[in-house]
């Protein structure tokens, strides 16, 4: 009998072994939260025991770490999907949650699929307030970054633009602050910087309501002196004036402007002092005795005991001992615009040659010579049928190029029958084929109501009844319809009858 018992008990015990063997996991799914809150919402989802006791919880949090938990509940060995619900509290305004639907049994665990919820801004919420302060602990390398964030009842996120200008361009890790009502103290460390440089930075705060940028704030890291070089001014035929700035960085700094045709300059200004401040202070140095109509490359270079520093290179162009101007970049075929200019030091009835290269032509061809007047002053009309770039040569000096781009000339005129009648002109180009646009004013813009393809003679009609009475009309040649070398033309507006 003993034997017997005995016998049945193992067989028992191999039963349940196989039993729970047989078992199956549980089916989880996480559903959409409901009855979102400020602080509190309910958590949904679902799960089929499939044959075997299970229980769920949920985890929620705000990433896909959780962190928290609902209780656990039992919802029996079935073999069908049940609902899952479960209400959480105390959340923050205004916050993004995660929560997953967890289901356990004998045959194992299964986790529903990642959901997210926001919870409702509390009451007066609104984008944070922000106050970029003062950089402390500035080394060579490093800076430590301050400035005040007031989440505005929202949780918030916050994190600094830094870089050397106020593109900025790097920022600080992004961290988060509880949705509190009260300004709160945040500081975040940069290293890596180059010493001896200006930095910008700003204090960025996001919440639910909206992103604050900070006001824009500066530091120069210590080192060696800091220079910018700056724009060349009073440029003239043989002279210039350089500028800049350098920041001594606390030490006694002296400096000076390397200049020259080429980047191996190879002369330089006198050295001069700049104190042992740390702001930034303007610096500039007079050139004589310059080539005309060159380009010369220069940079400011300063100097203390923490070593040199080079600004960037910089260029200026001497003025020509020709000068040449023109008033206006474009003109319509067939009119005129007026180059004029100077010869630097001449007498009056110093020939110049006005020199032209119409579009597609290789060279400059001369097209005229004109008399200097009182103080070397010239000039000429030009009637330029196509784009051409001028030059004006005297004295064995040519001034720089200066390019007049031209319209095409569209007329536009009202003919018997009640057509509208155009033509496009410009030299003797043909613009056969070319497609016009009719358009009339709507506002402040431009509609086109019908193209039509140009003539053999470069001629188009429109019927007047197109355009309702009054209204202002025109026609348009687009650039792409022009062809190279012209710009887009544009005929004077009509008032329709």
């Not at 009855?35 to 075997?52: E, H, I, K, R, Y």
């Not at 002296?254 to 042992?276: L, N, P, R, V």
């Not at 051409?388 to 200066?402: I, L, R, V």
């Not at 009339?440 to 197109?466: I, N, Q, Y």
């Amino acid at each position: 009998m003993r034997r017997l018992a005995t016998l049945l008990v193992a067989v028992a015990a191999l039963a349940a072994a196989v039993s729970a063997r047989a078992a199956t996991a549980p089916t989880a799914g996480t559903g959409s939260a409901s009855a979102v809150g400020t602080t509190s919402a309910t958590l949904n989802g679902t799960v089929d025991p499939n044959g075997t006791a299970t229980s769920v919880y949920f985890q929620y949090g705000t990433t896909s770490a959780y962190g928290s938990t609902t209780a656990t509940q039992g919802v029996g060995s079935g073999t069908s999907t049940i609902a899952v619900v479960a209400p959480i509290t105390g959340l923050q305004p205004g916050t993004v949650y995660h929560f997953r639907l967890v289901a356990t049994s004998a045959g194992g665990t299964s986790m529903g699929a990642d959901e997210s919820f926001a919870t409702a801004p509390a009451a007066g919420a609104s984008a944070p307030a922000v106050a970029t302060g003062s950089a402390t602990k500035v080394s060579a390398s490093s800076a430590t970054l301050n400035g005040t964030v007031t989440p505005n009842g929202q949780a918030t996120t916050w994190y600094f633009d830094y870089g050397t200008s106020t593109a900025y361009g790097s920022r600080t890790a992004v961290k988060s602050l509880a949705a509190g009502t009260k300004p709160a103290s945040v500081a975040a460390a940069v290293s890596g910087l180059h010493a001896g440089t200006v930095y910008h930075y700003r204090l960025v705060a996001t919440n639910a309501s909206g992103t604050t940028l900070g006001a824009d704030q500066t530091f120069a890291t210590v080192g060696p002196p800091a220079v910018q070089t700056g724009a060349a001014q009073s440029v003239g035929v043989n002279s210039a004036t350089l500028t800049g700035t350098v920041s001594p960085n606390g030490r006694a700094t002296s400096w000076h402007f390397d200049y020259g045709t080429t980047t191996a300059y190879g002369s330089h200004t006198a050295s001069e002092s700049a104190g042992s401040g740390g702001a930034a202070e303007p610096v500039s140095a007079g050139l004589a005795g310059l080539a005309p109509g060159t380009t010369y490359h220069y940079r400011l270079v300063a100097t203390s005991s923490a070593g040199t520093t080079y600004g960037a290179d910089q260029t200026f162009t001497t003025l020509a001992a020709v000068t040449m101007a023109r008033p206006a970049a474009r003109v319509v075929a067939g009119r005129a615009v007026t180059l004029s200019g100077t010869v630097a030091g001449s007498p009056p009835g110093t020939k110049v040659a006005i020199m032209a290269q119409p579009f597609g032509a290789t060279s400059f061809t001369e097209v005229a010579t004109v008399a200097t007047g009182a103080g070397g002053a010239w000039r000429y009309l030009a009637r330029p049928t196509i784009q051409t770039t001028y030059q004006a040569s005297a004295n064995g000096g040519t001034s720089a190029p200066a390019t007049v781009g031209v319209r095409p000339a569209v007329s536009l005129r009202l003919v018997a029958g009640g057509w509208y009648r155009t033509q496009v002109r410009a030299g003797t180009a043909s613009f056969a084929g070319r497609s016009v646009q009719l358009q009339r004013r709507d506002g402040d813009r431009w509609v086109t109501v019908r193209r039509s393809r140009l003539g053999r003679d470069s001629a188009a009609t429109f019927r007047a009844s197109l355009v309702p009475a009054g209204t202002e009309v025109r026609v348009a040649l687009s650039v792409n319809q022009a062809g190279p070398g012209y710009l887009a033309g544009f005929s004077r507006a009509l008032t329709a009858g």
